[in-house]
């Protein structure tokens, strides 16, 4: 993808795009999509300054 590549189309639209493009990835990986809660997902949090 281009870096100069914009799309000019209201954030609903955009926001639609990105479901698309989640739904198609996850159905490529050929598992489901997590439905976990937002505080049991893997991840963690980086602070600046912290070691």
Do not use: C, Q
Not at 13 to 20: A, D, H, N, R, W
Not at 31 to 38: A, F, G, L, M, V
């Amino acid at each position: 993808m281009a870096d100069d590549l914009v799309i000019d189309a209201p954030p609903g639209v955009l926001i639609g795009l990105v479901t698309e493009l989640t739904l198609a990835a996850w159905s490529l990986r050929g598992e489901p999509i997590p439905d976990y809660e937002r505080g049991e997902a893997p991840g963690r949090v980086v602070r600046p300054g912290a070691t």
